[in-house]
């Protein structure tokens, strides 16, 4: 089946052929033809499925239909996403989709100066894509409105929960106009995304492409066991001997993060850390300079990682484990995506038993292990427990403005230091998150 069979015109199906796609995958399949009828659509896809086109390609095509005779300087389509770096990729698909269309699109995000967001709405602009948060604050200003907008995409719903923004999202509900097109992307179905999806959508086609978690199978699994102080050697070890060119290393911490950025760079691998501790303009321009292949590895912490979409990422490697299984298979999520290839390596200590255990009953599968010559464990060393600072499953965003209280206001404390300040892999990295 090709892109031509789905009703798209020939703007879009230019674009499309630009970007050196053929087929469209499974969601795409599912998700334009029904878009393109004006059905409101609940799907079940997550990140690596192709959705963000699945979505944007309709979209496209309906806001050219449905063009009205005035339509400067309102806003017609929403798409809501839960942190800065989804809502930049989903903005870069937006311009590179839309790139033969005369619609204009901004990004919307905190931690960046509020002024040039502001002086871009002035000048009106067709599609906006914001995280929650920025956006009831530009409101406030009334930097915009959402009185006109025709079309709401709320994606990764599930993770916009998680984080906190349902009172946020509530109030941007509130503020759209009755009748307009709704399309709710989530990659689980909870209770709450039922409800959520209740009060939203109208007779909804549902739409459910395959999980990650089975389509990680296109991923090849590797453990090799090693001793905690070797890690380091280990992976540039792997580096150089399999000549890897980008490479995505996972650590638990962000101090982690940048001690193990230096150690490659000291051993003549180009390097950059991304964590919440960066600014927004350093992770970006780390980020683009690994896309580049100016930056051979980039060491992400989880939460910073998160909506990193790189094409063909081929090397996954886990320096540690991550403490919430879920998190294993996010990882590895970022490579094997859209039908290539992939391959994500752990390197695990004896201290990480526990966590290896519990990420092979998440996945059903057994993790193969591979010792590598000159790596072999010292099996007198005993295990020691995992220092954890914080705690507990949710956590909040690394993107994005602070969801609000029940009643509407920010939560205090926010803006300074948190003081009791958790390690990111724990729940309310406050202090990380810019307006
Ligand atoms: P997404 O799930 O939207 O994050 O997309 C995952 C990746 O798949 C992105 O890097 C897209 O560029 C890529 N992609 C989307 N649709 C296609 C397609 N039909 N063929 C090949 N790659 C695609």
């Not at 909870?190 to 959508?201: Q, V």
């Not at 940048?258 to 927004?280: C, P």
């Not at 683009?288 to 490697?317: E, M, S």
């Not at 230091?417 to 202090?431: F, G, I, L, W, Y």
Request: net charge positive.
């Amino acid at each position: 089946m090709s892109f031509t069979t789905l009703g798209l015109n020939e703007a879009i199906l230019r674009a499309v052929k630009e970007e050196g796609y053929t087929t469209p995958t499974p969601i795409q399949k599912q998700a334009i033809p029904v878009i393109l009828e004006g059905r409101d659509i609940l799907a079940g896809a997550q990140t690596g499925t192709g959705k963000t086109a699945g979505f944007t390609l309709p979209l496209l095509q309906r806001l050219g239909e449905t063009a009205p005779e005035n339509r400067k300087k309102r806003v017609r389509a929403l798409i809501l996403t839960p942190t800065r770096e989804l809502a930049a990729q989903v903005h870069e698909s937006v311009r590179t989709y839309g790139k033969h269309l005369p619609f204009r699109s901004t990004v919307i995000y905190g931690g960046v100066g509020i002024n040039p967001q502001i002086q871009t709405l002035r000048k009106g602009v067709d599609i906006v894509i914001a995280t929650p948060g920025r956006l009831l604050d530009l409101i406030g200003q009334k930097a915009l409105s959402l009185a006109h907008v025709e079309f709401l995409i709320l994606d990764e719903a599930d993770r916009m929960l998680d984080m906190g923004f349902i009172h946020d999202i509530k109030k941007i509900l509130a503020l759209l106009p009755k009748k307009r097109q709704n399309m709710l992307f989530s990659a689980t179905f909870s209770n709450e995304i039922k409800r959520l999806a209740d009060g939203l959508l109208d007779k909804p086609v549902l739409i459910e492409v395959a999980r990650r978690n089975t389509a990680s199978e296109q991923v090849e699994q590797t453990v090799h066991p090693v001793d905690k102080k070797r890690k380091p050697a280990l992976l540039t070890h792997l580096i150089s001997e399999n000549d890897w060119r980008q490479v995505l290393v996972f650590t638990r911490t962000k101090h982690g993060a940048n001690r193990l950025s230096t150690h490659l760079e000291k051993a003549g691998i180009s390097s950059a850390a991304i964590h919440g501790n960066k600014s927004q303009n350093a992770r970006t321009k780390a980020l683009a300079a690994f896309k580049d292949g100016n930056v051979r590895v980039l060491v992400a912490t989880d939460i910073a990682a998160r909506g990193i979409d790189i094409d063909q990422l081929p090397h996954v490697v886990n320096y540690e484990l991550p403490n919430v299984p879920e998190d294993y298979v996010h990882r590895i999520g970022r490579t094997g995506r859209a039908g290539n290839e992939g391959e994500a390596v752990s390197l695990v200590c004896v201290d990480e038993d526990a966590l290896l255990r519990n990420i092979e009953k998440l996945i059903k599968r057994t993790i193969p292990k591979k010792t590598v010559n000159g790596f072999i464990p010292d099996p007198s060393i005993e295990p020691e427990p995992i220092r954890q600072r914080g705690g507990g499953r949710k956590r909040t965003p690394l993107g994005e403005g602070k969801p609000r209280g029940a009643n509407g206001s920010r939560r205090s404390g926010s803006r300074g230091r948190s003081q009791n300040k958790p390690a990111e892999t724990s729940h309310s990295n406050r202090n990380h998150r810019g307006r």
